[in-house]
Structures are given as C-alpha cells and as structure tokens.
C-alpha cells in the first residue's frame, strides 16, 4: 500500500491489499533487514521482538558491506497479518534500520542454511549415515572412526528432514546457522 | 574563527549553543564534572539545578512541550542515568522531543562495574528513541548533532547519548550542526494525495463524521493547529480531542465536543461511536480511548493520519491510512478540498448535530453541589473562572485530578496543558511546572495535583524557590488515592487496600519550611478569595484545597466496556464491570 509508506523496499510490493489484515491465520514470515553496523544494532531489533511479543524462529546477522558499514540481519518471524506488518512497520522506525524487505510477499525468493551434524556410529548405522549425506548433498568435513561430522546446505526444512535421518543412527550435535535470504532476479 | 579543536567537554557546551538551546536541567556527579567545568565558564546555557534527576527530566519535558522546542537534561552515570528513566519513558509514550547527555565511566572502565557504573545505553535502549554511547571525542559533536535532529524529526522523542569521562577530557575535532550526518534519518513528511484524495470524498459525502485528533497535531507545531482550526470551521464538522492533544482546536469553538475516551464526555463519546466516517488526526488509538475494540465505532469508515506508519493498523484496522505530518496533509487536504468545492453534506450535518445537541443537554459533567464540603469538580470550576483570559499553563499530576482538569479546565491555544498521558506518571506535574515556567517567566503556570501524586517528587520545590519559579501548586486533597480507590469501589468489592494518604505532611508548614507561601482551604464559601490570594501572590505557592473525599469521576467508560455503554455520575455502579474488564487495567 503506497500510502502506508513503510521503508523503502518493504511494501512498494506488499501484497498488504491482497491479504485480509483480519485473518487469524499465523503465517511464517522471512525478513531482510538493513542496517547500519553499530554497536547494539542487533540488540535494537531482539529487544524490539521480545518487548512486543513477537516470535523470532531464526534469525543471522552478519556485515555485508564493509565500506558502507552495513549489516543484514535476515529474521524469520511468525504471525497474523496484522502483527506481520506491524513488525515491519516497528523495524522500519528504528534509527539505524534503512531497509525492511519482506521477501515471503515481495516476490519469488531464495532460502538457504548450513548445518553441521554430527554422528557418531558404528558398523551399518555408520555407513547408512553416509550413503544418506550423499543422498542430501551433505558433505564430510570431519571423520573419526567413530564419528562424522556432515554439513549440509539447503533450506530449513531439508536440514530438518536430514536431522530426522540422522537421529536413529547415532545424532550427538546439531549446529545451525540459521536462515539467510535473498530475492531472485535482480530487483 | 573558532578553533576547531577542544575537549569533548567543551563541544558538548559548543553544540548546545549551536543546537540554541538555552536552558539544561541537570543534576552534577563525578562522570559529568568536566562538563560542569565547562557550564560554569560561560553564561549563554542557563543550567536549572533540581534534587532529583527525574524531576530534571519532567523539567524539560514541561520546557519541550510548552515551547515546541527539545528539551535538554545533564545527569551523572550510575543512578543518575537509572533516575532518569521513568521520564525517558513517559516522554517516548508522549512523543516529547528530549535530549539527555549522561556522564559514563571512563571507556577503559566500562564493563569492569566500577563506581558508579550502569549500562546506561542497555537501560535506556527500550526507552528511548535512540541512544548512543560516544567512545571517541571526534564523534562527539556530530552525534550531538544528530540526536537533536533524531529528537525532533519524524514522531519526537527522547535520545540519550552517555559520554564517557575520558571522551570529555580528550580533545577532538569540532564540526557543525550542517555537517553533522543526519541524512539517513529523514522522515516522510508529505502525505500520499491519492489517499487525501479519497479522504475528501468522504468528507464532501459523509452524514456523520467527528474529527479525533491528538498530540501529534500539538507536536506538528503551532501550523498545524491554526489548519485544523480552518478545516473544522470550514466543514463544521463536530470535534473530540485526546488528552494529550487538548487546546489544538479550541475550548471555545463551536464544534467543540469535549474530551473523549475513558473519561471523555457522553457527547464525544457517543459521536465516536455513532460516527460514519471518523478522521483520525495525530491519535494513536489508545486503549483509554477505544474502550472495548471489538465494538469500537462500528459503523464508520475511518481515516488516520500519523506521521509514524507503525501506530496505523496497529490497533483499529482503518480504511485510509495517511503517513505524514500532521500540518503538511492538513494543508494538502484542505487544498484538495477547496479546489473540488468545499462540499459538505449539510442535510445529514444538519441532522447529525441535532442528535449531537441532545446528547450534549444530558449534561453528562455535572455533579451534586455541596455547601459544606469543596467538591473537586467546584474547585476546578472557580480555578478556570478565575484565571479565564490570562496567559496561563497547567500540568497535572495522574489520577482523578488529572480528569477532572482535563474536563473542567478549557483550553483555548496549543502547547498550554502539560500532562503525563501515555505513562500515567505520578509526580510528573510539580517538575513539569518548573520546566514550563523557566520556558516563560511571566506566566501563570498552575500544576493542578493530587496529593498522593505530588508527595512522589515535592523536593522539586526547592528547585522552584531556588530559580524564582512562582509555579502554582494546586493540590486537590481528598486524602486518597483517588482513581485507585474509585477502581477498588467499583471493582474490588469496596476493599480499599491500600488508597488512602495516612501521615499527609502540613502542606501550610511545608510551604513555609521550603520558604515559599503555603495556603489551606476547605470551605466552599472561602475558595475563591483562596485561590485569588494564591494568584497574587508573587512566588510559588502551595494551595491544599481539602475536598470532598469520596467523589467519583464520571463519565466513566468501565474496562472492557464500548463507548456507549457509559457509566454516567448519577447512574448506579452496582455491577458496572464484569469480571473480563477487572483484569484491564
């Protein structure tokens, strides 16, 4: 919605008309948040979360822009509608925060998270757990003779369904980045 | 040509002079004394000296909200900062432009909990708009800079900036207000003309509309309120008001509904709710005024214009939203609807204020008179008789009082009623005063107050007598908490817990122990002559008007309640609130 005029970037594209802001439905949201990289940047936006009540699922930060001091915190959130945009509207207020892109509305996107697992078998579960890491695309980037430890890339939900695998055959640790996203093409 | 090089000390007291400011409200220590070194060798920055930082604090929001300007506050690191934080929050619920300087431990120190030490920017964090901590003296006066410009851009607020003791000493580079960075901090101004547009239509169509406005029309300046007016006048639409915005359209206009909201009058109540289109002006939605949200006016279409895109949508879903300042879409609109005709439907007007003028003959203020005892509601009727056309300013403490002043006390300009609206905070009003009447040292400034509430920082009288602020403090005592025990009585089985002053001071005694006038009434017959004496009296007074003390504010919205189920002063209260509503606040 033009006239609501959240910044730039989060609603030029909003399909905010399109949904009912009445519905009740919980929806998972992914957002990319840019700001500037200062000092209790991050803590703005967790204190943001959990003084209004809002979910956080995962959640990355990292500098992406050096010499322009600038950090994307990509954050995925769940909520009605109506909180959605209010969470965007609230991100978008503070100082520091330039841009909030919703990219579950904005548009066709990519999710991506690494995962490092380790497990630790013997025998047949051993070499299960490898023939299933070769399945998945996980690589091996430690070995015992005991152990593995797998990294897998992809979205939450392969790291999730490979877990699930791995947990029968001997899961000790699970690690995991979190979420990080970007829109396709080059809008 | 000044040197460009000087301690961080010296740039704070160079970028308040370049920022204008004029006045600091501030309390010394031992992380701030290179600052106080540098205000005591200069005489443009006039520093206020209070007992307690908060009341520094209040100060200066009494001085922003009276002037228009930022206010500004000095405090020491540790408990200076910690005192400091109820006013940072009840000046970012009212959206009062503040800049706070506190002092830190030397930057070597930090994160070793020395003496006097608190993560001042972790603290202040959720409270403020912003907040910086300063580690190095040549990001000193540009951060100055940009906080005054975070301060009053967009919605204002408070910003807080904690400069450690080495950062003061340290010499660095001066730079100006024009080359400090505020570019990545500009907020929309100018509203979406489509959206204005289709504000219009409604307006040239609707049978029913109430205009709803709040602070936001107050904090988009003096402009703004001047358009409002032209825009009321012009449609001759009815007009309600929040607390917070009372005197952007005046008292005395002819579409004036009073208050609304939770002890807002029956007529601007009942128009919000019977409305079919309400236009939202600079409010917020608050939850004193909307009552029960799922049967908020439920038959109108609504507009909001806010400067501040998260407060649209967040509680009432509305059909227009406007993002931008208040003065900017005012003149936009009224540009618009001039150019389309100035249409107005005046059969459905016509129609609409005839209900409006039945509601209004119910009166809904009125109270039982008494010969014996001051009724509260008198008190405040002869304090408006008697200072009617002088160039007065009143803040309030938070409870009955408050209401009772923001229903019996008439507001004819902006920027003239000070009081703690979203945090409700007691103790806000007698520094608030002294804030307002540093701002303009020939006023009357009257802080209308409860008791209980002004018991919660009265040392500030001390600053008032101090700097010859004559402020006026007039204290309804009715020996109670009185909103606490009107909510007990009403919902809590008349168990009176705790709501009652025990041990009250001899506010005469008091008075002359500060050094100041200390007047006591209790007698109808003899307040006025009271109340004249304490406005001729030339420096502060404190005014105990005893009165009446089981008196009820009504009209009274019950929690979970919607605007026309009001509870009116004669009506019985038996069963008023449901056990859903007890658990509101």
Known sequence: MSALNIKKGSSSHSAYDLRDPHSQVVETHTL?????????????????????????????????????????????????????????????????VHEVHDLTVDGPSVERELGLLKVVASGDKRIESLRLAEIFRASVVDSTLESFVFEITGTPDKIDAFADLMRPLGLAEVARTGVAALSRGFA | MMSRTMTGAKMVVQALKDQGVEVVFGYPGGAVLPIYDEIFQQNEIRHILVRHEQGAVHMAEGYARSTGKPGVVLVTSGPGATNAVTGLTDALLDSIPLVVLSGQVPTFMIGTDGFQEADTIGITRPCTKHNWLVKDTDKLADTIHQAFHVATSGRPGPVLIDIPKDVQFATGTYIQAREARTAHYQPKVKGDLDAITRLVELIETAERPVFYTGGGVINSGVGASQLLRELVDATGFPITSTLMGLGAYPASGKSWLGMLGMHGLYEANLAMHGCDLMINIGARFDDRITGRIADFSPRSKKAHIDIDPSSINKVIPVDIPIVGDVGHVLEDLLKVWKARGRKVNKDGLARWWTQIEEWKARKCLTYKPSDTAIKPQYALERLEALTRGRDRYITTEVGQHQMWAAQFLHFDAPNRWMTSGGLGTMGYGLPASIGVQIAHPDALVINVAGEASWLMNMQEMGTAMQFRAPVKQFILNNERLGMVRQWQQLLHGERYSHSWSESLPDFVKLAEAFGCKGIRCEDPAKLDDAIQEMLDYDGPVIFDCLVERHENCFPMIPSGKPHNEMLLGDASTEGAIQAGGAVLV
């Open chain 1, 32 to 96: 990319a948040v840019l700001v500037d990289n200062e000092a209790g940047v991050l803590a703005r936006v967790i204190g943001l979360f959990s003084g209004r009540g809002y979910n956080i699922e995962s959640l990355t930060v990292a500098e992406v822009d050096h010499k322009g001091h600038r950090s994307r915190i990509t954050v995925v959130t769940r909520g009605t509608p109506s909180v959605i945009e209010q969470i965007k509207a609230q991100l978008g207020r503070l100082v520091p």
